[in-house]
C-alpha cells in the first residue's frame, strides 16, 4: 500500500495463483521431538521422559536429603537438651514475635503517602515489614537502662506514590534524617553528639522535636519473661545419681569398719595422748632391756562417729605423700639416712649406708652399730642397732657392748643375734622409730621383722595401699630404700569425692548437695553440673594438697563448695527477678559459714572449701545460662565470661602446677589456722 513489498505468509502460498509455495525448511531433532510429542498428544512444553525421571529423582533425592537433615536435628536437639546443650531457636522465635507485635502499636509503624495499588501491594508489604523489622531490632540494640528514646516516623504525603523503590527510597532518606538528630548516650552516662549542628539545628524546630520519655520497662520485661521462658528446666540426674551412690559407698564402709574393729573414738580432736599405767602389771611393754617402760600413744578420734584415718586412707582419702614424690619427704629420709649410717658399710650393703666425712661424733662412736648385751646379764642375750649414746644408757642398767661399724647379725641360725629392737611405723607422716615388738603393738604401729633400721624402711609404702589387698601399693626407690618410687595415685583427687569420714560428714553434706545441686541442675542439666561438680572437687582437694598436704581428708566438701558458689552466681545474676534476693543471700551467707565452721574440725578439710568455693564460682559464670536485662547488662556479662573461660583454665593450670613442682606451703605461716582452730590444748596436734 505504501510502495513497499508485503510479506507474503507461507501458509497462504497455495492459495496465491500464479506462484509456486515455498517449500518448508527442515526440522532440526528438537522440534522434531517436539512434534512427535505433540502427535502423541503430550504438550510440547512438557519435559521429555528422560527429563521427567532425572527430575523426578532429583527431587526424590533432595526430599530424602531433607528429611534426613530434618531428623538428626531432631534427634541433635533431643540429645542436647537432655545433656543441658539447649540451642535457643525458642527463645529467638520469641524475640522475633516480640518485635513484630512491637513495631504493630500504633505509632510504631511508618506510612509513606497513600495507599499503594492492588499491583504493588504484595512487593510494598514485604519490604514495609522488612523496614519494620529491621527498624525494631535497631532500636532493641540501642536500648539502655537509663533512658530510652523513640521516635515516631510519620511521613504522610498528598501525592500519590505507584514506584514502590521510589518510596522505599524516600522513606530510608527520612529515616537516615531523622536519626542523624537523634541524642544517644555516651559510655559514661553522657550525650555524644550534643554539640552537633544538627542537633541544634533539630532543638530549634518545635514542630518536630522528638518526645523523650523514661526508659521502657515494659519492653525489658517482656524480654525477660521471653528468655525465662525460653529456658528449659531439667530433671537433676546427675544429683540424684551421686547422692545415691555416695549414700550406698558411705553404709557398707561404715558396716565393714564397724566389724572389723577399725572404728575411731568419738571426739572432737584428731587424736588423743594416752600414758601407759606403769603401776598395772602387763599395761606398759617392755623396753630393750625387757623391762616395762612408761610410754605414751596417739589414740584416734573421729567427730562425726567413722573409721580411723588408716582405714579412711586405705580406701582412697587424699593424702599428698602417695600423689606425689614430696620434697618434704624426701628431706626427712636423707635425715634419717645420715643418723642411721654405718662406718665403712659396703657399697651394696643392705643394711644402712655409709657414713662420711661429714657425720658427727668422735671416732669409734660414730653412726649406729649393734648393742649386745651380756649373756650373763639380767636381760639375757639381746641385741639391737643404736648409737653409742643409746647403748650407754642401756649399759647404766646391765651390760652392754657397742663397736663402731658393726652389724647385728639377723640370721634365723644359733649363731644369729636375738634381735629385739627393730623400725615401727606408728604414724601417717613417713615417722619411723626403734622400738620393740610389744611398744609397736601399742602404738599401733607396723613392726618390719624383715629390717634393721629405719634408714632401710619406707612408711609411705604400707600407709599407701588400697584396700588390704594391697591394689597399687607404691614400689621402693632401689636407691634409697626409705623413699617411694615416684608415688604417683592421682586418682586421690577424684575417690574422695565418694566416700566420707563418718556418719555425721555423711548426712550434712548429703543434705546440703540436695538443696544445692538440685537448683543448679534444674537449670544448668546433667553436663554442665557434672563438669562443675567435678571441677570443683578436684579443684578443691588440688589447693588442700599444695597447703595441708600431710592431712587425711575426704568427702564431697569442696564439690558441694562449688555448688554453693554457682547458686550466688546464679543470684547476683538474676538480682532484679528473684523475690526477697537479700533473705536469700543472707541464707546462702550462713550455709557457707556453717560448713566453713565445720571445717575446722578433723578430716574436714577448709582448703577443700575454699578452692571448691573459687573453682565453683568461675565455673559457675564459664557454664550456668544466664538471663540478660537490657543491653549494658548483656556486655557485662558477656565480658565477664570471656574474661573467666581463660582465668578457669590458668587457674586448673597453676594450681596442679603448684602441687606437682613448686611443693612450697612455708610463704604462710598463719595457713594452719584454717584448717584447724586449737579450741583444745591437743586439738590441732595433728595438724
Known sequence: MDGRPTRRDPRNAAAAPGRPANRPKPLNKYQAAAARRKNDG??????????????????????????TQAKAKDAGRGIA??????????????????????????????????????????????????????????????????????TEITIASNQFTRSVDEGVAHYLKIRNEERQKDVKPGWLGGELNRDRGSVRQYRTVGATKPRRRKHSHIRDATMVKAQLQAMPTFYPWFINGITSL?????????????????????????????????????????????????????????????????????????????????????????????????????IDST??????????????????ACCRTAASSAAGLRAGMTSFDECAVYNQTVPTSWTE??????????SGDFIVIRPCCSNLDNTCEMLTEAQCNFKSGVWHTDKLLCADVSC??????????????????????????????????FSPLLIHAGVGQLVLVMCVQYYAGKAVETQAGFLRTFLIYIISGVGGYVLSGIFSPQTVSTGADPAVYGLLGVMMVELFQAWQIVPDAVTQLVKLLVIIGASLLVGTFPFVDNWSHVGGFFFGVVSGIVFLPYITFGKWDARRKRLLLVLCIPSLVVMIIVSWLTFYLIQNTEVCTWCHYLNCVPYTDDFCTSY
Open 351 to 368: 643394711v644402712g649406708y655409709r657414713c662420711d666425712e661429714a657425720t658427727p661424733g668422735d671416732v669409734g662412736e660414730r653412726g649406729f
Open 42 to 67: 503430550v504438550s510440547p512444553d512438557s519435559p521429555s521422559p528422560v527429563a521427567r525421571r532425572t527430575s523426578t529423582g532429583m527431587l526424590t533425592m533432595r526430599g530424602a536429603a531433607i528429611a
Open 460 to 493: 609411705v609404702l604400707s600407709n599407701c595401699k588400697f584396700t588390704e589387698y594391697n591394689w597399687d601399693e607404691p614400689k621402693p626407690n632401689p636407691t634409697f630404700r626409705n623413699e617411694p618410687l615416684d608415688p604417683d595415685q592421682w586418682w586421690r583427687f
Open 81 to 150: 537438651k537432655w545433656f543441658g546443650l539447649v540451642n535457643y531457636h525458642e527463645m529467638n522465635a520469641m524475640q522475633r514475635d516480640y518485635i513484630h507485635r512491637k513495631v504493630e502499636q500504633r505509632g510504631m509503624a511508618p506510612v509513606i503517602g497513600a495507599q499503594p495499588t492492588h499491583t504493588t501491594r504484595n512487593g510494598f508489604l514485604q519490604r514495609q515489614n522488612a523496614a519494620m523489622v529491621q527498624k525494631a531490632l535497631k532500636m532493641a540494640e540501642s536500648s539502655d537502662d537509663d533512658d530510652d528514646d523513640e
Open 246 to 346: 555416695q549414700l550406698m559407698i558411705g553404709l557398707l564402709m561404715f558396716a565393714h569398719a564397724q566389724t572389723s574393729g577399725r572404728f575411731a573414738e568419738l571426739g572432737l580432736a584428731p587424736t588423743k595422748l594416752e600414758n601407759c599405767d606403769i603401776d598395772a602389771i602387763g599395761a606398759c611393754p617392755d623396753d630393750f632391756l625387757g623391762a616395762p617402760e612408761l610410754i605414751n600413744r596417739t589414740i584416734d578420734q573421729n567427730w562425726s562417729w567413722g573409721p580411723d584415718p588408716r582405714y579412711l586412707l586405705e580406701y582412697g582419702s587424699k593424702f599428698s605423700l602417695c600423689m606425689r614424690d614430696d620434697t618434704s619427704l624426701r628431706l626427712v629420709a636423707a635425715r634419717v639416712r645420715a643418723e642411721q649410717c654405718i662406718v665403712n658399710a659396703a
Open 405 to 414: 661399724g658393726d652389724v647385728c647379725d639377723d640370721s634365723s641360725g644359733s
